[in-house]
């Protein structure tokens, strides 16, 4: 069965660093644009990054700031995504999924246009 496994998750002060990993399983990630989601509770899931096929687009959303940064490596056949700066608000579980297409998909669309979910790893930011 075809899934994505994410790790990297724990608990952190604020202000401090993670990076997450996406690793597949059954299948390689090099054909697929990769998205990196995040879901608190009692809130909706929500798009965080994504990265083209091909690595040269990236996408962030506006809450990002630029402190985080998405990158992928097709040797190793894994997806990161470094959080620098991480607030409180930033606590969730966060998960990866490959899109429909080489170019990321919307993230309005996750349900859709993303596949391969994995159970998540839990990132939480306290003091």
């Known amino acids: 069965q075809r899934q994505l496994v994410e790790s990297g998750g724990e608990l952190v002060q604020p202000g401090g660093s993670l990076r997450l990993s996406c690793v597949p399983s059954g299948f390689r990630l090099d054909g697929y644009s990769i998205g990196w989601f995040r879901q608190a509770p009692g809130k909706e899931r929500e798009g965080v990054s994504c990265?083209?096929?091909?690595?040269?687009?990236?996408n962030y959303a506006d809450f990002v700031q630029g402190r985080f940064t998405i990158s992928r490596d097709n040797e190793k056949n894994t997806a990161y995504l470094q959080m620098t700066s991480l607030r409180p608000e930033d606590t969730a579980v966060y998960y990866c999924?490959?899109?429909?297409?080489?170019?990321?998909?919307?993230?309005?669309?996750?349900?859709?246009?993303?596949?391969?979910w994995g159970q998540g790893t839990q990132v939480t930011v306290s003091s």
């Open positions: 999924a490959v899109g429909v297409t080489q170019r990321c998909p919307p993230f309005k669309d996750w349900r859709r246009e993303y596949f391969y």
């Open positions: 990265i083209s096929r091909r690595g040269d687009r990236q």
